[in-house]
């Protein structure tokens, strides 16, 4: 397992950004209004789209996609322990930490929304949780050999979707730009933290158990 990445103290940007702006949010209403009109001006070529990516971020898109890795793995023993499992562990405390945020900070929804969504609006489930999915399955699977394009294809793609996801979002007006940044700051946090946390665990049981071998 690679060392710990300083560089990776960025993905607290958009944590503190976003939570700075929901804070003042009567100061950027206008601001984050704005974002939502000008995404609109591609509606309503996009909309259908859109609604197919928002979708795909859904609980359902992300538990679905969770449980498959899950059986995939579990099929190839020797990925079990190395892919599925970290990967369905960040997706549960990803969850669990963006229904607490919710709860405790309880922001309204946009008053110009085009979908209805419950839920409080802070930080973005769809951006959060789609985000440590993805990182959690590009870290996981960077650790296995491939070629360099491919492994240059799979930080494109992974790193892409769940930006494309969290952008639907702000362009259905169900969450405001600030909600979208700060759940993809959580989410690649999450992912980050448990995969460290995960394999630091990991490879001490491995260690102990040759020691007993």
Do not use: C
Request: no cysteine.
């Amino acid at each position: 397992m690679k060392k710990f990445n300083p560089w990776l103290l960025l993905i607290l940007v958009p944590i503190f950004l976003g939570a700075f702006v929901a804070f003042f949010e009567d100061k950027f209403y206008h601001i984050e209004k704005a974002v939502f009109s000008a995404l609109r001006v591609m509606a309503p070529a996009m909309d259908v789209p859109a609604r197919l990516v928002t979708e795909l971020g859904s609980a359902v898109g992300v538990i679905s996609i969770t449980v498959i890795i899950l059986i995939v793995t579990i099929i190839k023993k020797d990925y079990f322990f190395t892919f599925g499992l970290p990967v369905a562990i960040t997706s549960i405390v990803s969850r669990i930490i963006n229904m607490l945020a919710k709860n405790i900070i309880d922001r309204e929804r946009p008053d110009f929304k085009v979908l209805q969504v419950s839920e409080s609006s802070f930080p973005s489930g769809h951006s959060q949780n789609n985000m440590a999915l993805y990182i959690s399955i590009l870290l996981v699977a960077l650790l296995i050999d491939m070629a360099p394009k491919w492994r240059l294809t799979l930080k494109i793609s992974l790193i892409a979707l769940p930006l494309l996801i969290g952008i639907t979002r702000i362009y259905f007006g169900v969450h405001y730009v600030s909600d979208v940044l700060a759940g993809w700051g959580i989410g690649a946090l999450v992912a980050v933290v448990t995969y460290f946390v995960y394999f630091k665990i990991y490879s001490n049981v491995k260690e102990k158990k040759n020691a007993k071998a």
